[in-house]
């Protein structure tokens, strides 16, 4: 089903009241533009125009009718080639969701709700059932994530997976690219057909997850990508961030990194759903088996973050592989036992929900920034602050102001 096909299911009348937004918009009071744009809505119009409904198009392209036939060619090759599953097109979709362009940016949201739209089909197919399994890996520098990742991957794709690592790497100062290279250091995994890597510089995001790394995750999944890594930066702010995007989250510490229980805080192990001690083998395998034990007991202290799981602590060795297998076994028990309990369908609609607010605040942020009595007043209230002549407080009151006088 192409791009323009499912569109129009998306906004037949029967499904007409499931695609639709249920409050109004001053943009969408004009009823034969909405018409023109969605020609299956015109009876829900004619009917129920005092509703003032308008499809979810409407609201995230308000140009739609207005695309060239160069775009309409772009997103309906685009998308045709994700569903089949060819990594060029899986790529190039990632960077038009990451590109900060507001037409290309206009174009990656209706590109996602087609791809959200044929998600939703596939999991009716598969009884509602999510198709992909989300795992977020995280944890301090030289905890071997990467070589971590390269040998369960290698694993999952030789057991028949298909497999997408989404490495947020840090942004070189210089050049705004990724700057660590995980791409590079998974040179086995990278080679496999059934394997995905794409590294994405975090370009200055607080905490390291970018603001589309939630969208990426859809669009892999739209490929066919059952099996999603998502790789952060190290132990910090995007921890948190990452754990509002997965199905499960897994702390990879080293087995010789000093005071680990210091210094990885009480906040991260809580996250953690699964706690893992790396490099387990020859010299390290005695600190490896000291640090299970104390992680051990030490989450016998911790809140449960889940009712029906209880995190475990493993180590393994990349190098050798063992403990890798017993591994899986555990996250596939994880999975089953979230999805018998229906804890996982409901832990991902939290997160939707939560994303959808952190990236409404990201906006309003930006367009108070943008504002133009604010941009005028920015200068002189940040001398004033920096010289100590008003509080930081009184600044944001004075710029708060500004703003909400001169819209």
Known sequence: MGLVGIFSRVCTFTSFSRACCVYASSRCTDASRFQRVFPAGRAAVASGQQRRRYCLGAVLNQNLEELTNRERRLLERLYEGLIQGQRASLAECIT??????????????????QVLAYRRHQEELNGGKPLAFRVGLSGPPGAGKSSFIEVVGKMLTGRGHKVSVLAVDPSSCTTGGSLMGDKTRMTELSRDMRAFIRP????????????????????CEGAGYDIVLVETVGVGQSEFAVADMVDMFVLLIPPAGGDELQGIKRGIIEMADLVVVTKADGDLLVPARRIQAEYTSAMKLLRKKSKIWKPKVLRVSSQTGEGVPELWAKMADFQEAMLQSGELVSRRQSQQRVWM???IQESVLRHFQEHPAVREEIPRLERK???????????ADLLLKAFAEKR
């Not at 994405?200 to 669009?219: K, W």
Request: glycine share 10%.
């Open 385 to 395: 602050v920096t010289s100590g002549a008003i509080s930081p407080g009184l600044a």
């Open 96 to 113: 038009l969701v990451e590109s900060q362009h507001p037409r290309k940016k206009e174009l990656a949201q209706v590109l996602l709700q």
């Open 200 to 219: 994405s510089p975090t370009s200055g995001t607080l905490g390291g997850v970018t603001r589309t790394t939630n969208e990426a995750i859809v669009l």
């Open 357 to 359: 607010w952190s990236l």
